[in-house]
């Protein structure tokens, strides 16, 4: 596999042209000829002053909330956006704000969605949840920690992608990858628990752990319920309002994570993967896995063994 110089452990050749002359040009001269990375992704700062925005068909828009409060209406969906609050737009959504705040603040950082083509992305499994196909649009709330960890990384990308230093563009795009693996990361990993009162992030803690420990033999939200002493569509109600993502998602992903990481990391078969995941028959297997990525697991092996 051929790599960069600059990034010999981050891009390979399969990623957009675009980005490829960036990433392994020396000097920013290699670029003119395959267009420049701003025009990839742009960076834009909403406030009620300066509400227009442009929400391009082939482009993700990620929103972070900085300061105040707003309504933001995607499709089907509601939500309460504050400072702290995290959202990914698909390809082709438009939001409608509603009910802003005075002083509303947010940073909204729109990419063409080839820029998601490399392999560290793939391989963390981001894609396969902001996919047109999910039912829920990704959202989040950061604690303030994983708030200041954002923001830096959203002002680090603003400097280098409309700087002039030298590298700014390769710089740009190495901080875009790193924002993309952060964001899934503050976004999925379980929040400490800092108020010991607080029943309903103690629920949701408590069946992250259990899911993260039980995924192998309890794959129902019911046995979960059961496990904790409540019914299943209370659990149901407080995780998806905790986490914004139905706890039979977690359950899935959880095992889609040890499910990608045999085929990936090991030399084993189909069947001895699905063994190890304990479904019924392969081909169960191959279904959820299906309908998980859209790749049945064979297909999945071959793309990423190139990829390594």
Known sequence: MKQSYLTDHFVDTRLPESAQAIIASGSNQAVNAKGHLDELMTIHHHTNENAQHHYHDTHYHLLLGKQGYT??????????????????????QIPDYQNSSNGLQLTILSFHKKLLSSSLIKQAGILEIIT???????????????????????DKLEKELYGTRIFHEQMAYLTFIELMLQGYR???????????????VQLTQQFLEL?????????????YADELAVSAKYLSEVVKSE?????LHHIHQRLFNEARHWLISA???IKEVADKLRFDT??????????????????YQLIHAVAI
Do not use: W
Not at 211 to 222: F, G, I, P, S
Not at 282 to 299: D, E, M
């Open 71 to 92: 309504e933001i209406i995607a499709g089907n969906l509601i939500h309460n956006f504050n400072a702290g609050s995290m959202f990914l737009l698909l390809p082709g």
């Open 132 to 154: 047109p196909g999910e039912r829920v649009t990704p959202f989040c709330e950061l604690s303030a920690d994983r708030l200041r960890v954002m923001r830096e990384l959203f």
């Open 186 to 200: 503050v976004c999925t990993e379980p929040t400490v628990i800092s108020h010991a009162n607080n029943r309903a």
């Open 211 to 223: 899911a993260d420990e039980h995924y192998l033999t309890k794959r129902t939200v019911q046995e």
């Open 243 to 247: 986490t914004g993502l139905a706890p």
């Open 267 to 269: 030399n084993l078969s």
């Open 282 to 299: 392969p081909s169960h297997f191959s279904r959820f896995f299906k309908q998980y990525t859209g790749h049945n697991p064979t297909s």
